[in-house]
């Protein structure tokens, strides 16, 4: 057999557990695991080659900075042996040096088809999948049983975790190894998860990483963004088809309420792809290889079309924008890649789809932005009059697994009877698929329902507001083994009783220090034995108080820079003042819900490298030289561009690796 291990090295390292080796061995890739010394102290690709077959691979990052490797069986391929079964998909999170996660998928790959919906499969698929039998989960908590007693004497034993589903132990070296049945959930089939990662983040690649920006934190925070990349600056508000944008045939039928017939949709028209606009946003967006966006333009983007992230390594920063700034309205940002950056972004969609005034018609469903991808943040942004969620996250493919850091965001206003076609229709968000998402800081509000919803995700959600709704979070029944914190966070004027509910025994839920009108009930609504004592170690988020979080979310939150336009005030003040309504059209809120902004002009950058002559030469860097731009003058990991970006000194080196350093000086939080 190809993939075997050394049988001499585990006897060597385990000789009172020589008669139990053989049994280690059918599960090669820990036992090869327990056969090295320090193994979570090594580089994530050598850590790849010395377990895994060549299936495993590399499905997000770099070789220099690997996110997320993954394999799924294949008719070449019977997937990795787990004892007597096979992992039906294999994935390694190294997105966190300080806490990487190797984790087997039994019984179910993860295709949302077979994970959620679908009981009938074609028989190619069946044969690939087929549904286990009951008495593999017994087998398999045997398994795991006898492979602790074999190494007792080394230290194995089963840890203080209690939870009806989940059993979690400690194997010698220091791996904490995870036992999960999820058997019933989904399409109801036998389905287990095995997880191996150090049982404590690894001390000496904690902060191993200068955060995206200082004030970046959370899953998605080490991300380079477009750091070092070509400087792309928008200088025109126009944009332009880049594809051509799909029609819609008269009379096609939509979706529906049950009980309810499904409505007839008025067509539309195909529209051809343009030329380029150069200077435009799109032209930046969909460009190619690393790159940093800014502005030297203010007003109002009117998109044709979604903006569509496909290429990463990207940083947008919608804080170098003069005057007030810019909002982009009409379409929405879809993100489909890993290593991005959004920042003083406003993206408010609404219900004219253009070209010109040209509306949108029932069937037309809109969201603000869509997040699939891993090493992503989302800061200081806001997200406003979708028609349907107004932010999602999909993390369904291995190419799109969430690492995703979403902090300091206003999300509002979900119309409620815009041109959803099934009527009334304000929603918030849609968290769905598989990964980690840190969710700290945001103020949602008048926006009625999934407020959030979601499944399947480890979501870590801390120190946010919620004001007028209907609904607040849910979980999703298909993927009820989400993971959630839910930690001083702040609700306002809402109906619903509870903060989260969840009606399965598959989930992990732990809540603290929240707030929420005094008639209420308590914070979650789940199942009393999935309540936990203590919260899953989630990427570091420094958290406050609920009711400090709410006045500076408040007073800092949201597109603060270049400046706050009338809408954001009026959004904080409505939050604020325990008053407004949620919309039904953008014409509800004042100003038809899109303030003008008076025009503005961009500060002189005579070498066109994103910083300004005068910020240039006050900090002694050559404004007619546009390499200096990508070099980074004080040592600390941010180029000279990054600093302007982030308001920081390009002379005065900082050591931002520390977390006491990790904070925006613009955003002075207690």
Known sequence: MAYAVKPSVLQKKFPQAASALPFIERFPALARLLGLDH???LPPGKLVALLFPSNIKLAQGSKSYPLIYTGKRSEQWPGLPVWDQFAYETEYYAFDPARPVIRFHIGRPLDVRMQTLEHEQPDEIKKLYPLLVDS???????????????LKPYGAHELDFKHPRIHAYLLPGGTKLTFSDFTGTGVGSVYMQIDLQPAEPLTSLLNSRIPAFPG??????????????????VTTLQDYLSHKRDGRAEGKLGEHEEGQPAPALPGYPELPAEKVIHGSLREAVEAHGPRIILFAVSGTIELKDQLLINDPYVTIAGNTAPGEGVQIRNWGIEIHTHDVVLRYLRVRVGDIKGPGKNPRVLGDQSHAVDISGANIVIDHCEFAYANDQIVNIYALKPEERAAVTFQWNYVYGGLNRSTHEKGPHSMSYF????????????LTAHSMRRNPRAWGLWLDYRNNT?????????????????????????????????AFIANNPCGQFYADGN??????????????ETIMKMPFDASPVGTQSAPDAYNDILQWGG????????????????????????????GDWP???????????????????????????????????????AKDKDGDGYTNLEEYINGTNPNQYINYKKPVNNRDLRNPVK
């Open 39 to 41: 193994p979570w102290q």
């Open 136 to 150: 593999v989960r017994t087998s398999m908590a045997a398994n795991i049983g006898k492979l602790i007693v074999a």
């Open 216 to 233: 970046a934190e959370g899953y998605g925070a080490n991300t380079p963004g477009g750091r070092g990349g070509k400087v792309y600056i």
């Open 431 to 442: 968290f769905s698929g598989w990964g980690y998402v840190s969710f700290h800081h945001n």
């Open 466 to 498: 919620l004001y007028d709704y209907i609904d607040a979070g849910y979980g999703e029944e298909p993927g009820d083994y989400i993971k959630l914190n839910y930690i001083a966070n702040l609700q306002k004027r809402g109906n619903q009783k509870y």
């Open 515 to 528: 707030i929420l009108p005094p008639s209420f009930f308590p914070v979650l609504r789940v199942p009393a």
């Open 559 to 586: 597109a603060a820079l270049p400046l706050r336009d009338s809408l954001t005030r009026f959004i904080t003040q409505s939050t604020r003042n325990g008053t407004g309504e949620v919309p039904d059209r953008p």
């Open 591 to 629: 100003l038809g819900g899109y303030p003008v902004y008076k025009p503005a002009k961009a500060l002189l950058d005579s070498d066109h490298d994103g910083m300004p002559d005068a910020w240039e030469i006050h900090y002694g860097l050559n404004p007619r030289d546009p390499a200096d731009a």
